[in-house]
């Protein structure tokens, strides 16, 4: 009976190239990887989008270490997935926070062209009302004026209110007052707050030509938490400033009402 053929087993060749060097893994890309797992923390404040340029940075910098020394240095697709998910959270999370304060901006507009509406159709005691905190804002209906009996305390702040020069210029301008938004110069967030300041021109024929004036107006943007919903309210305005773009001012500067 033949014996049984033994299976011949054959050593690497010594000289082999693929044996003898030594092939390591970047230390870099590892690092690169980490940065791009943990990128996602970007979406929770813009202070940490430093995660995913980190990420960008060290995985970039790997990438270039591994072509210039390999094949001795490996890890090019650990460095290349890093890349590609820094780079994600970093784009997705900028254009989220992007869209996010253009939608507060929109917001705060729509707010303010009701203000100046209420004015312009000479009823002072509405656009008082936005200027309120919105726990203790009157319905916004035809029963309002009555809280404004003479005598009463709203009577007396609603005087007030109108004295401004800014307020008593729009009253007397009233239809003939053209509004229009100008620039948002501040914007800012703290504990679900979201402050912005807007800057509005206000244009009127005078004389056969165009006169302008500017006011600024500073609004908060907080969650009411018996509701759940978010609400607006008129913090002050300025009126007869110059906007930043112009050079800037935020001191007032006379108002007369045509």
């Known amino acids: 009976m033949p014996d049984a053929e033994v299976p011949e087993h054959r050593l690497s060749n010594p000289q082999d190239d693929r044996v003898l060097a030594y092939q390591a893994v970047s230390r870099l ?13 970007a979406f929770i404040h813009p202070l940490l989008w430093t995660v995913p340029a980190a990420g960008i940075l060290v995985a970039g910098l790997a990438l270039w270490l591994i072509g210039r020394d390999a094949p001795a240095l490996i890890g ?3 460095a290349v997935a890093g890349l590609v998910l820094s780079i994600f959270c ?12 253009g939608m507060i901006r929109g917001e705060a507009r729509r707010f303010t062209e009701a203000w100046f509406q209420f004015l312009r159709d000479n009823e002072p005691h509405k656009a008082h009302q936005l200027t309120l905190h919105p726990r203790y804002r009157l319905p916004l209906n035809d029963s309002l004026s009555a809280s404004y009996e003479e005598g009463s305390d709203p009577r007396s702040e609603l005087e007030n209110y109108v004295s401004r ?4 210029t729009l009253l007397a301008l009233g ?6 938004y100008y620039d948002t110069e501040g914007q800012t967030s703290s504990e679900g707050r979201e402050s912005v300041y807007q800057v509005y021109a206000v244009t ?17 943007r907080f969650l009411l938490e018996e509701t759940g919903r978010a609400a607006w309210r008129i913090l002050h305005t300025d009126g007869g400033i110059r906007p930043d773009a112009l050079g800037g001012t935020k001191e007032e500067t006379p108002l007369a009402a045509p």
Do not use: C
């Not at 590892?30 to 923390?41: H, N, P, R, W, Y």
């Not at 020069?165 to 008593?168: Q, S």
């Open 29 to 41: 890309a590892v690092a690169g990887l980490i940065f791009g797992i943990v990128a996602a923390v």
């Open 76 to 78: 090019r697709k650990a």
């Open 90 to 101: 970093g784009v997705a999370a900028a254009s989220g926070w992007s869209a996010y304060r």
């Open 165 to 168: 020069p800014e307020i008593r």
């Open 175 to 180: 239809p003939k007052a053209q509004v229009r």
């Open 204 to 220: 009127y024929d005078e004389a056969g030509g165009k006169k302008t004036f500017f006011i600024g107006m500073a609004l908060d």
